[in-house]
Nanobody
């Protein structure tokens, strides 16, 4: 079956770092555009970052630029989100998602077909 599983979340102090992993099974992740989304308490789900399947171009939510890095390791069928300099406002459940491959990516959740169950990231002192 097709599955995406996020891991790597947890509790971290402001300024700390986490690396989230999104492992795919049942399909070749490298053929898909991958997005990271998050949903904070009381807020709508929002796009954080995405990476295209063709060319590997990336996009980031403005507030995470320079702090987060999305990457993929196709040999492991895994996409990562390295999060540095974390802030309390980064607290959310983070989801990875896979959509149809494309040259460019967009963080529009309706474009993504497969979703993981999410991993909690809490940034707090």
């Amino acid at each position: 079956q097709l599955q995406l599983v996020e891991s790597g979340g947890g509790l971290v102090q402001p300024g700390g770092s986490l690396r989230l992993s999104c492992a795919a099974s049942g399909f070749t992740l490298g053929s898909y555009t991958i997005g990271w989304f998050r949903q904070a308490p009381g807020k709508e789900r929002e796009g954080v970052s995405c990476i295209s399947s063709i060319g590997g171009s990336t996009k980031y939510k403005e507030s995470v630029k320079g702090r987060f890095t999305i990457s993929r390791e196709n040999a492991k069928n895994t996409v990562y989100l390295q999060m540095n300099s974390l802030k309390p406002e980064d607290t959310a459940v983070y989801y990875c998602a896979a959509g149809v491959g494309s040259i460019d990516c967009d963080m529009i959740y309706s474009l993504y077909r497969y979703w993981g169950q999410g991993t909690q990231v809490t940034v707090s002192s």
